[in-house]
């Protein structure tokens, strides 16, 4: 018996390395370990042994099993790992050029963006970033607007944990830190940094409480613009504004300044654009922007002299701008990354 042990490990051993598909496989191991396998076979044989040689017998089987099973383990271990090659196919170079062709674009509201700071550029604007992680100091209080301002509200900003330290967002005192509602926070920042002549826009993302469809989204972005000199009046702050207007919606654009209200700006506007060519949206007036006078009280909190300076800023959505650039009627399809969706701006 233990002969014959020794030997069936044995042949397992020099013919395992041998098999080469799962059908020859499993085919040696049924004259192995099979009903009829020589290996079945011996076990078989135990009822006909002493029974004072019982347990050594037992474990000389134990042993050639596990042997044997071992073998096996290999064999397929072997086999999986030749079928999965087979599958990748040839090893890749990835030194040679890609067999798609088709290069990636920029998102649409990204291709927006850098239309519009094109734009800005042209005409002697240089682009600024802040974070959007803030506190609520150059969120609000810097801009003038007041603690019971309901953007102040836990339930129309994000706020973030009290014990939050975020070493690259400076705080005045020790105020929350949130995520960003506007772009106006980067007007802040920059007349804190630099002295006027200030001439910036900075597009960036924002974030507001809102429920989603298909005008609100709780992450969007703006474009703010700031422009602070010796005589900035309201007619530079037009004439740009008609500028710009004429070179995103074409040349028949006309501009309207509407009184309105911000806390950072006096006088305020709303700044509405009329096209007579633009699909479904023509010979109307749609509001694209805020916009006005900076404020003596910012300029102040900035350390501007409101009697040297004064400047104008404005403020506006990029989707809204690209919804109507590109004729799209949810401002959820932004943000949903379908590529049929994505395509079309290609
Ligand atoms: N920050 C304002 C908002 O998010 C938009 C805005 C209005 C920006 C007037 C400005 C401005 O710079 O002058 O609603």
Redesign the pocket.
Known sequence: MQEKLTAIVAGVQESAPKLQTRAEFEAYKATISGPKGALTDVMKGMGKVPKEDKPAMGKLINEAKTAVQAAFDRVVERIEAAELAAKLGPAIDPSLPAPDSTRGTLHPIAQVREEMVALFRRIGFSVAEATEVETEHYCFDALNIPSDHPARDMQDSYYLPDDLRVNNVSKLGDEKYLLR????TV?IRTMLESKPPIRIVAPGR?FRRDTPDATHSANFH?I???YVDKDVTLLDLKATLDHFVKTIFGPKAKTRLRPSF?P??EP?FEMDFFSPDLGKLSNKWIEI????MVDPEVFKAVGIDPEVYTG?????GIERIAMILQNVDDIRYYYQNDVRFLKQFA
């Open positions: 509602t506007h772009t106006s007007q924002c703006q703010e613009g700031l911000f950072f700006t305020s922007m805020g916009c006005g104008y800023a404005f403020g506006m």
